[in-house]
């Protein structure tokens, strides 16, 4: 009988229940209420902020605590964003210079990430003071923005916390680890559009960190270096200097590399990324400029190829004239290529392609049509010859 009495009185207490359900859908479900968000919420001050100093580049995370966000006393799904800033304004004026980190928290007891922190309170640190190393500690100011996770509108029920003071925050610069770009940028005194222009230069083809370039610079003439455009650097970011081209090379203004005799010159940096994969020590070789056809164009059949006065391209007077090649005696695909120190000549190799100078990238083992395309391939003819403007790289056959 007891079987049979527990059987009937389910239904008895589920249906009631039921029942109730579908009365209490008309009138009593949670309805969001955004009357508050001007209102805020707290963000916590930690215990540990008082006495202590938090050395982020040490730590994992750190925590923070705060009150729910009031939206009629239902608990929905949230995400917490942090704001961070060092400018102590910003404890009063949220328009104050801040950052937001990219990483949100779902729960009002977050782990923030502490290595994130660091990065974004270095970031600002550099920002605002460029010449300036990042303090030992500081204090820095933050305060949450909370929004109803997981909404088709990204910013439904945004609301903020106060804003709270860590007295005591060690933020610590980490360099990136070095690395060698695509290309060296060049600017001066006499390149393109003096002090303007940014003439980018390639590496040396299979030498990784080695990049080579062509300038012409009048007596007096100066100019600097980088890694991308408009980085500035000069003599005293090179470990060593060799004038092969007996160029005069001293430091000028503001650090500038100066030559004392006019001519064309081949920069030739040499990059080493240091023991701690931070930095990069750089030395430059200056040469003269000397350009040479090669190959069956000349009808140079030798193997392997070598640079032959005979086949040197003649220099113009200054920048605004064209190198000019010796007359092709064949019928045959380019080859030409600059002499840059004991460098072999595949290293230093260049074509013509849609009117510029196009350096060898890639291991040539018979031809530029078979490796690169049929475009990047200049039949010569008999007679014809090279032209180059090396302040531009632009080029032509003809």
Same mark, same amino acid.
């Given at each position: 009988?007891?079987?049979?009495? +527990? ?57 923070? *605590? ?69 303090? @030992? #500690? ?7 923005? @909370? ?10 029920? #945004? ?10 925050? =060690? ?9 060698? *770009? ?10 393109? %559009?003096?002090?303007?222009? !940014? +003439? ?63 001519? !064309?010159?081949?920069?030739?940096? =040499?990059? =080493?990324?240091?023991?701690?994969? +931070?930095?990069?020590? &750089? %030395? ?20 392997? &190829?070598?640079?032959?006065?005979? /086949?040197?391209? %003649? ?7 064209? &190198? ?8 045959? #695909? ?11 000549? /595949? ?20 031809? !530029? ?15 014809? =010859? ?11 056959? +003809?």
């Amino acid at each position: 009988m007891k079987k049979i009495f +527990k059987f009937m009185l389910l239904p008895a207490l589920v249906l009631p229940l039921l029942f109730t359900s579908c009365d209490d859908d008309r009138d009593s479900n949670p309805t969001l209420d955004l009357s508050h968000v001007a209102d805020g919420f707290v963000l916590n001050t930690p215990a540990v902020a008082e006495n202590n100093t938090y050395d982020l580049i040490s730590a994992i995370s750190l925590r923070l *605590t705060c009150s729910q966000p009031n939206y009629g006393g239902v608990p929905y799904s949230m995400r917490y964003y942090v704001q961070v800033s060092i400018d102590p304004a910003f404890v009063s004026d949220p328009t104050a210079t801040h950052t937001e980190l990219a990483t949100f928290y779902r729960t009002a007891d977050m782990q923030v990430n502490a290595s994130e922190l660091n990065n974004a309170i270095v970031a600002l640190f550099q920002a605002a003071n460029p010449d300036t190393s990042v303090p @030992a #500690e500081m204090p820095i100011y933050i305060r949450l923005r @909370a929004v109803i996770g997981d909404a088709t509108d990204t910013s439904l029920g #945004e609301t903020f916390s106060n804003t709270i003071t860590l007295r005591s925050v =060690k933020a610590t610069y980490e360099a990136p680890d070095a690395k060698f *770009t695509d290309n060296l940028f060049l600017t001066g005194s006499s390149i393109q %559009t003096p002090w303007e222009s !940014w +003439k980018a230069i390639p590496q040396v083809f299979g030498v990784a960190g080695n990049y080579y370039g062509v300038i012409y610079l009048p007596a007096d003439g100066e100019f600097m270096w980088g890694m991308e455009n408009n980085d500035k650097r000069g003599y005293n970011r090179l470990k060593e200097i060799n004038d092969v081209a007996k160029a005069g090379i001293s430091e000028g203004e503001d650090h500038k590399i100066k030559v004392a005799k006019a001519g !064309w010159y081949t920069l030739l940096f =040499k990059g =080493k990324i240091t023991e701690d994969k +931070k930095n990069i020590d &750089w %030395t430059l070789s200056v040469y003269p400029t000397q350009v040479y056809l090669l190959g069956s164009c000349m009808n140079q059949t030798c193997d392997p &190829w070598v640079f032959d006065d005979a /086949y040197a391209l %003649t220099a113009p007077a200054d920048k605004n004239g064209k &190198w000019v090649s010796p007359a092709f005696t064949a019928s045959a #695909e380019l080859r030409a290529a600059v002499k840059v120190g004991d460098l072999d000549w /595949y290293r230093t190799e260049f074509t013509v392609y849609k009117g510029n100078v196009f350096w060898r990238r890639y291991n040539i083992v018979n031809n !530029w049509a078979e490796t690169e395309g049929a475009d990047y391939s200049v039949t010569t003819q008999v007679g014809q =010859k090279l032209y180059i403007d090396f302040d531009n790289y632009t080029a032509e056959v +003809k």
